[in-house]
């Protein structure tokens, strides 16, 4: 009996060995984190728009029509999907507002820029880049010096951002200018064209409320 007892005993050992094994090498589901919800809540987010910009440079009076992409939303995410959306990251912040300039404008506009030109305003730190052909002359912005964003221009067809930067035009420096941005769907393009009398006008933008 003793020896049936002990036998019993070492069988009932390794077989307690065993599940103990198994169960440590086994995932447990109940504790296996879940993936986790990356979806929206709450309101979407404006989307990117399409707009209609006037670049002037007020310290020599020229001016001339871009076209660009307006964002504006104070959260992360929202920002994130929009960034997103025009292929550049580097926009993405909390509290932002940028407005990026197309790379490529149409050749009636007689206006041209470098790659990914823009303005950004991030929980008050201002930022801009680029560098801008306009009636012939070479602007390179310096200096942000104001960003005033709306981002309910969109739904009311109000200017959607005003910036006034600093800018050194032609190689010279001590140049200021401004950029106005509204819906481009508020706005009509005009070609240059010969008034008859005095030079010619230039191509621009006419938007209600800016500048023609």
Known sequence: MKRFSLLALLSLVAFVFAIACTDATSPNRRLAPKSPDLGFRGEEPPPPADVAITFSISSVTFSGPFNGVYFSNPAHIAAAVAAAEVGDQALTFDGTAWLRLDNTQPDAFGTSTSANARFQT???????????????????????TSFTA???????????????????????????????????ESCTFVPEYDPGEGPPIPAHYFCPGGID
């Open 150 to 184: 709306n981002p309910k221009c969109l739904s009311t067809g109000e200017l959607c951002s005003f910036v006034t930067f600093n800018a050194t035009v032609d190689g010279e420096s001590g140049h200021t200018g401004t950029a106005e941005a509204f819906n481009k």
């Open 122 to 144: 991030s929980n008050g730190n201002l930022s801009g880049r680029g560098t801008l052909v306009i009636a012939g002359h070479v602007v390179v912005i310096t200096e942000v």
